[in-house]
């Protein structure tokens, strides 16, 4: 048995137990990416527009990902995205290449 993640995770059932204090999960208006050779790093924070133009926000929530980890969220997003967007956005209203 091989200790390497399979290609395809997706084919893959995973099963996550969400504690309680994070079940409400986080709000955030803003995403900053950073990265490293090694890892990249996602803050998710929530400004305050109201401080405007120097505006302050707090970080709620950090995540460091593995670069192959941040090939298959780019993955899941795109595929989430489309779905979401089949459904939520009318098809009569131009997108901005459209326009």
């Not at 994070?22 to 050779?37: D, E, I, L, M």
Request: proline share 8%.
């Amino acid at each position: 048995m091989s200790d390497q993640p399979p290609d395809d995770v997706q084919s893959v059932h995973v099963s996550l137990d969400i504690p309680e204090e994070h079940r409400g999960g986080v709000w955030a208006n803003f995403a900053r990416v950073t990265h490293s050779p090694y890892e990249f790093t996602l803050d998710f924070a929530r400004l305050d527009f109201a401080t405007a133009p120097d505006m302050q926000g707090v970080v709620v929530a950090r995540v460091n990902l593995s670069p192959m980890l941040v090939t298959q969220l780019i993955r899941a997003l795109e595929t989430n995205w489309q779905s979401y967007a089949s459904r939520a956005i009318r098809a009569d209203v131009p997108g901005p290449e459209q326009r």
